[in-house]
C-alpha cells in the first residue's frame, strides 16, 4: 500500500488554504531582529589544528596549549604528556593543576562553559581542576582538540560565552 498524504476531503489539510499562509499586508514589527548568519569579526576563532599548536582566525599561529577566554587568547604552560610510576603515558589535561584555571577567578563574564580538547584523543579532565570549574559555575565539556575547536568555534557564531582549553592535536596520550 503507498502512503499519500491526506487530502482536504479525508480529514487532512489543504496547502493552498489561507489560514496557512502568511499575511505579506500585515505591518512589519521592530522585534529586535538580528541577522544569525553576521559574525563578529573580531571573535578569535581556530582557523586550523595543527600538531603541535593552533591557527587563528586573525592570522597568529600558538604553539602548545591554548586557552580562549572572552575572545582572548591564552598559552597554557602545561607540561608535555610524560609516562607515570607505571610506564603508561599521562595526558596532561588529566594531571592539570587547578591554579592553571585561575584565570576564571577574574574574567568577566564568566563563560557558561570550557570545551576541553585532549589532543588527538577524549581525556578526562584532573578531578580537582573540574572541581574548581564547577565550583565557580562553569560547565565542562571533554572532546578531541578537533571537535572541541569545532565546537567552541560553533557555539561562539552563535553569541555563547563559552571557553576553549585545548592540547594540540598532535598529543596522543
Same mark, same amino acid.
Given at each position: 500500500?503507498?502512503? %499519500?498524504?491526506?487530502?482536504?476531503?479525508?480529514?487532512?489539510?489543504?496547502?493552498?488554504?489561507? *489560514?496557512?499562509?502568511?499575511?505579506?499586508?500585515?505591518?512589519? +514589527?521592530?522585534?529586535?531582529?538580528?541577522?544569525?548568519? %553576521?559574525?563578529?569579526?573580531?571573535?578569535?576563532?581556530?582557523?586550523?589544528?595543527?600538531?603541535?599548536?593552533?591557527?587563528?582566525?586573525?592570522?597568529?599561529?600558538?604553539?602548545?596549549?591554548? +586557552?580562549?577566554?572572552?575572545?582572548?587568547?591564552?598559552?597554557?604552560?602545561?607540561?608535555?604528556?610524560?609516562?607515570? !610510576?607505571?610506564?603508561?603515558?599521562?595526558?596532561?589535561?588529566?594531571?592539570?593543576?587547578?591554579?592553571?584555571?585561575?584565570?576564571?577567578?577574574?574574567?568577566?563574564?564568566?563563560?557558561?562553559?570550557?570545551?576541553?580538547?585532549?589532543?588527538?584523543?577524549?581525556?578526562? +579532565?584532573?578531578?580537582?581542576? *573540574?572541581?574548581?570549574?564547577?565550583?565557580?559555575?562553569?560547565?565542562?565539556?571533554?572532546?578531541?582538540? *578537533?571537535?572541541?575547536?569545532?565546537?567552541?568555534?560553533?557555539?561562539?557564531?552563535?553569541?555563547?560565552?563559552?571557553?576553549?582549553?585545548?592540547?594540540? !592535536?598532535?598529543?596522543?596520550?
Amino acid at each position: 500500500m503507498a502512503l %499519500q498524504h491526506p487530502g482536504v476531503n479525508e480529514g487532512g489539510y489543504d496547502r493552498n488554504d489561507d *489560514r496557512f499562509q502568511y499575511d505579506m499586508k500585515a505591518p512589519l +514589527l521592530d522585534a529586535g531582529i538580528a541577522n544569525i548568519f %553576521q559574525v563578529d569579526e573580531n571573535m578569535i576563532s581556530i582557523v586550523e589544528n595543527l600538531p603541535t599548536g593552533f591557527r587563528l582566525n586573525n592570522g597568529t599561529t600558538v604553539y602548545g596549549p591554548l +586557552l580562549i577566554v572572552n575572545n582572548e587568547a591564552f598559552t597554557l604552560k602545561i607540561p608535555p604528556p610524560k609516562p607515570n !610510576a607505571s610506564g603508561k603515558v599521562v595526558n596532561p589535561i588529566f594531571i592539570l593543576d587547578p591554579k592553571a584555571l585561575e584565570v576564571f577567578n577574574v574574567v568577566t563574564p564568566k563563560p557558561e562553559l570550557v570545551i576541553v580538547g585532549g589532543g588527538a584523543n577524549i581525556s578526562l +579532565l584532573a578531578p580537582e581542576s *573540574r572541581k574548581y570549574l564547577t565550583s565557580v559555575g562553569i560547565k565542562v565539556e571533554l572532546s578531541s582538540t *578537533r571537535y572541541a575547536s569545532s565546537t567552541f568555534n560553533t557555539l561562539c557564531e552563535e553569541g555563547r560565552n563559552v571557553a576553549l582549553l585545548a592540547l594540540p !592535536a598532535g598529543v596522543d596520550a
